[in-house]
């Protein structure tokens, strides 16, 4: 940055904050006779919001800044805002149209302090010219929200030391804090203005978001001279007498995938033929012929033939999705052997209380940190199910997925996803991006299916196919 003048990247910081702004002013009456409260800290997160403040002045609006350090705001955007006809209030006004949280940016640390924290929990009085609440802006992050790691601080009374924004404005870069944790859900609608960062972003970003094109890239295509068994076989080894759905469901989750067979392995396989006649089931998984990737775990029981088909699983010389029971029996250490021996890739799928379980602790505040340090320990890939699911590698690399909704938390969609993934592993996918595209799909699947009412499992499996039927 040393070729560019001081200054430079906030004024374009600012430019596009205010551009944003301007538009969100249009929709709610114009930008001409707007009322826009700006929540100025201390630094440069500051000093974007006095910046930004200026440009929407001078284009009519009535801009006031609320200093939390008087003393130390950003002085030339002070100067900025005065000379194009902005004014400092001491309290939070009566109306506002526009809020902009210039409170703290990356170069915050803990919860929101006082005064900040309480100036917050306010905001939501504050009304525009139309009677609505004002439309909150956050100026690079949501202040208060720990921004590499997503999380969110509480005070000691559970109040969340963080601002709720409608939209976040985002400079140069996205910062984990916008797509992962409970502080995502605090970004709002999330932008990214580009202020020519490029050149000097430098070494690989700790945290990738799966884009639909990621997805249209990787998937495997059929071409002229595909046949079922070039385009990979996936065994499933789940479900049982006690759950024979959760067989039904992971191989419904497979036969979505881009294999050109599915072999199950079970003793569901009554169920599995009855629902799913294309499959090829045999009882034991020694039996099974051969396949290019297992799926192992869900509904699968932990008892003494349980452990003895995962054994097998974990012998074949082929990429492993673990899942559910699965990653029970791996608790007690009796498995770790075949672990440590393999070659081929493992794909782990925990929720929370299944990585407890792993690891001795929950996941806790920092989901990508959590998630890499399992997926180094077990040598694994792991996918750390969750609303914004994340998948750490053993290299390092992180990756979270965007497309997640709530109404997947329901019995069932987790034994579609390891279907899918397992297809996708057989297929010939590199573990980390089978497991980062089913999580996008099975996400799209789930929203999908909520178009046509409240959603079971089944019907995010069957809503696989439309979505995919999208990837053209
Ligand atoms: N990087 C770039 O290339 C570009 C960066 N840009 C912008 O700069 C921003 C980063 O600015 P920054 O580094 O000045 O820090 P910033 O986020 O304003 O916060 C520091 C101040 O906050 C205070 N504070 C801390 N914690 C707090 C808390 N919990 N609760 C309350 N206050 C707290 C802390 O006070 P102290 O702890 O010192 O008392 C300190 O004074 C970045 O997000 C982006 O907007 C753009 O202009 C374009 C180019
Ligand atoms: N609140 C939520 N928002 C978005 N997705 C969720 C939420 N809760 C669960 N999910 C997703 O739903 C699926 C549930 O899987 P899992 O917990 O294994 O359930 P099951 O064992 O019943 O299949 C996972 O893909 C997870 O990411």
Redesign the pocket.
Known sequence: MATLPAGTLMARAAAGLARRCALLLADRGGVYGGRVLLLVGSGDNGGDALFAGAHLARRGAAVEALLLSPGQAHADGRAALRAAGGRTVDDLPARADLVLDGIVGIGGSGGLREPAARLVQRLGNLRGRDGGRATVVAVDVPSGVAVDTGHVPHDTAGRPGALRADVTVAFGALKPALVVGDAAAYAGQVELVDIGLGPWLRGTPVLHVTEFSDVVDDWPRLGPRSEKYTRGVVGVATGSATYPGAAVLSVAGALAGPTGLVRYAGTAAAEVLHRHPSVIATGRVADAGRVQAWVCGSGLGTGAEAAAELRTVLAAPVPVVLD?DALTMLVDGSMADRLRDRDAPIVVTP?DREYARLCGEEPGADRVGAALRLAAWMNAVVLL???R?VIGTPAGRAYVNPT???V??T?????V?AGLLGSLLAAGLPAERAAALAAYL?GLAGREAARHGPVT?PDVAAALRPVLAGLG
Request: charged fraction near 15%; charge should be negative.
């Open positions: 559910a929720h199910k969750g609303d699911t997640g909704t709530p997947l938390a019995g069932g969609t987790g034994d996803l099975h499992a």
